[in-house]
């Protein structure tokens, strides 16, 4: 990499088995950083190299706890006094982008007032993965980059072969996605309707499409407790699909997650390695399957980078 300005990797300790990855694709050794940890729980992150003039990729997803999130802003702080040219915050999984708007009186938007904290920091341009809304794009004054793992999933499913191919939507506001695939796939698209009864809890749910003697399969950009995922893999089965797999970038999985998708009608849910799969001792993985995004954040780091379009990389 001929350029002024030399590149380094580092990253926080929440993503570090994905900065690996990243860096050995870009044929980089990791940065060094080490983190002093108080007797409180309070933390300091140190760069124990010179950073000066450098361009600083930080990988860090921000899934819950909220340390991850802070561990990244001290990480940008740092980089900055420590006269880093440019500092880039590499977010596989941009936490709290749930909340991109009022959806009801008297809340917050957190996914704007993490932007804003990005910002304070001293971030120079943020990359990530499948963000649960596309305006949070619009939260930032400094370049934005959305990756897609869309083809590496859609190379995934086409390799599969699968004939009387449907894909699903879990609800409406998927269906723009699913859309996307089905066009992509030139298959047929299903759009499952559910009425909410509260947060994280589904009341009835119905599908809107061809199901029976259908493969389906159905994307999202996000699986956390599966609860709608696994209610519509039923519902569909009920229906009469032959089989039901699901596809979704960001593996949160809290809760009963890993039980509710071990019994559902799921025969496979593929996610990728934005978020770590953190199933205790004697959960049920056998059904998820991996993928991992570090080849296409480096493609991508690769071409911030060396100044070159990045247009080409995504899919939709």
Known sequence: M??????????????QYLAEKIAKYLKLDLGKSIVNVFSDGEFQPAFDESVRGATVFIVQSTFPPVENLFELLLMIDAAKRASAYKVVAV????????????????????????ANMLTAAGCDRVMTADIHADQIQGFFD???????ASGLFLNYLRSLNIEN????????????RA?????SLGCPLIVCHKSRERANVVGSMTAIGDVEGR??????????TAGTLC???????????????????????????????????????????????????GQDVSKI??????????????????DTSISGSFVF
Request: glycine fraction near 4%; aromatic fraction near 8%; charged fraction near 25%.
């Open 2 to 15: 001929d350029h002024n300005h030399v590149i380094k990797i580092f990253s926080c300790r929440g993503s």
């Open 91 to 114: 977010m596989p999984y941009f936490g709290w982008a749930r909340q991109d708007r009022k959806d009801r009186p008297r809340v917050s938007i957190g996914a704007k007032l993490v």
């Open 142 to 148: 400094v370049p934005f980059d959305h990756v897609y």
């Open 165 to 176: 191919l449907s894909i699903a939507a879990p609800d409406m506001g998927g269906a723009k």
């Open 179 to 183: 859309n996307a695939y089905a066009r």
């Open 215 to 224: 493969n389906v399969v159905i994307v999202d950009d996000m699986v956390d």
């Open 231 to 281: 209610k519509a893999a039923n519902m569909l089965k009920e229906k009469g699909a032959l089989s039901v797999r699901a596809v979704a970038t960001h593996p949160v999985l809290s809760g009963a997650a890993y039980e509710n998708i071990s019994k559902s009608e799921l025969c496979e849910l593929v996610v990728t390695d934005t978020i770590p799969l953190r199933a205790k001792e």
């Open 289 to 306: 399957k991996v993928i991992s995004v570090a080849e296409l954040f480096a493609e991508i780091i690769n071409k911030v980078y060396t």
